[in-house]
């Protein structure tokens, strides 16, 4: 697996969607979620591909009418890279209490 080198909003946002999903996520639906255009989503998702976060595999459901769905989902290393990455993007809180006296 090969680390990112770039981890913008938009790779933030998709590898929170794909944690948080316990079966794989198609394109569309990612770009959904997200609230992404398809020309953000699905070249960062091809890029994740090529580095070993992310596998991909056509749908294999007959009885679904439409076009095939390319249904995407994190590695293991990619998921423990994922957690990280989407830690760090966290937002930092922005009022700590002081302790009571």
Do not use: C, H, N
């Amino acid at each position: 697996m090969e680390p990112l080198q770039r981890i913008g909003k938009a790779t933030v946002d998709v590898l929170e969607v794909l944690l948080g999903a316990e079966e794989p996520r198609w394109g569309l639906e990612i770009i959904k979620l997200t609230g992404r255009p398809s020309g953000s989503v699905y070249p960062l998702l091809d890029r994740l591909e090529r580095a070993g976060w992310v596998t991909s595999a056509w749908d294999d459901d007959a009885q679904r009418r439409g076009p095939r769905r390319r249904m995407y989902r994190l590695t293991a290393e990619g998921a423990a890279e994922a957690r990280k990455v989407v830690a760090r993007a966290a937002p930092a809180p922005r009022f700590v209490p002081r302790a009571a006296q």
